[in-house]
């Protein structure tokens, strides 16, 4: 099924997170099957000699031991559990080794991974019109070669090797029945070997191939990454709001702070700042509201409707509205200025410094 051209931009984190919760990996068959196969032939390699030998004891003692029991209902329990119990000892460990290897297949492609989602039925599968698509599409395509090229490749090393061995073939007919197993296995050691190294080939191509087209039915078209943006970070005019929002409810309590100022220094038109000096409070003088423009003549009018003392400074105003924030206290700079304002002020109002 052809994808929607419109679909240019590269998933996002947040899509790739969603596509991993909902169990959407790139992940290949081709090489937990390459892998648990590479490591069947390694076990049997390394431990083909010790697999043969308990294979032999259990059978001896199965013969020599559970074969001369009465056949009835509590004998028969009896060669069954031993049977059961040998092999398990036997097979035991093989298959733990493929379990451990299939893990560390997936992991390596995936990482740690759980989702049951992939395990839900979804009625979107058995739409006809999308099972035609995925029968035409790149994927059915691309298997298709796969199958081709192992039948192909595989057909070819199973040939070579027999090519090898053929006259040796005809020499089994009188050979001990051990001779013969030696040789079938060592023949199919050869043989799978070939087939492993063949298949991991085939893996690489398969991972590359499968990220690839992963990656590319996760695209977003460009409303779909701006619209994710924005349910992450918030509608920028929603967030224009906000602001706007919170810095009319700053302004409004920097406004309340004014009535209890000491004095307002302007510049005196453009620029207003409301200064308190509380000795118990603080170690030197706070500014607790400054603004411009409209501002500064809200400041400027509350302070005159509460007799706040309102002194023209120039130069020491556009310092402080430079220099100090809100319900900051002023520099060390500046402590000689604004203790001369401050002088100013307390002896109008008949207060100390």
């Known amino acids: 099924m052809a994808r929607d051209p419109s679909k240019t931009e590269k998933p996002t984190p947040k899509k790739i997170r969603d596509a991993r919760e909902e169990g959407q ?22 431990g083909g000699q010790w697999f043969m030998r308990t294979s032999k004891l259990m059978l001896q003692n199965i013969f020599q031991n559970y074969m001369l029991i009465e056949v009835g209902k509590e ?12 092999f398990l000892l036997l097979l035991g460990p093989l ?9 560390l297949a997936n992991v390596l492609q995936v990482g740690f991974l759980f989702s049951a989602k992939p395990l839900m039925p979804k009625f979107s599968k058995i ?30 090393a199973s040939f070579t090797v027999y090519r090898a061995h053929f006259i040796e073939f005809f020499g089994l007919l009188n050979q001990p029945v ?19 190294i063949v298949l991991i080939g085939l893996a690489i191509f398969d991972y590359i191939y499968q990220r690839w087209e992963w990656t590319q039915d996760l695209k977003m078209t460009k409303d779909e990454v701006k619209d994710e943006f924005k349910q992450m970070e918030g509608d920028p005019q ?13 302004r409004q309590r920097m406004m309340h702070e004014v009535p209890r100022a000491d004095v307002v220094i302007t510049n005196p038109i453009h620029l207003a700042i409301a200064l308190i000096y509380d000795k118990k409070k603080s170690q030197a003088p706070v500014v607790v509201a400054k603004g411009t423009g ?13 007799q706040v003392p309102v002194v023209e400074n120039k130069p020491l105003a556009r ?27 307390y002896r109008l109002k008949g207060k100390k410094l």
Not at 333 to 343: I, M, N, R, T
């Open 25 to 46: 990996v790139a992940r290949s068959m081709e090489v937990s099957s390459a892998v648990i196969l590479m490591a069947s032939l390694l076990f049997f390699y390394f």
């Open 319 to 345: 310092l402080m509205f430079k220099l100090v924030k809100v319900n900051e206290m002023i520099p060390a700079d500046l402590y000689q200025s604004v203790a001369e304002v401050l002088a100013y002020v």
């Open 294 to 306: 409209v501002i500064a003549e809200n400041i400027k009018k509350v302070a005159r409707q509460h």
């Open 95 to 103: 298959l733990v080794a493929l379990a451990v290897v299939a893990i």
């Open 238 to 250: 929603q967030k224009a709001r906000i602001r706007s929002l919170q810095m009319a409810a700053a």
């Open 178 to 196: 051990v001779d013969i197993m030696q040789f079938l296995a060592l023949v199919s050691f050869q043989l799978l070997w070939r087939s492993g």
């Open 127 to 156: 739409n006809m019109i999308k099972g035609f698509g995925r029968i035409f599409s790149l994927r059915s395509l691309v298997d298709l070669f796969k199958s081709l090229f192992k039948i192909t490749v595989l057909g070819y």
């Open 75 to 86: 004998g028969f329990y009896r060669i069954i559990l031993f049977s059961l119990q040998q």
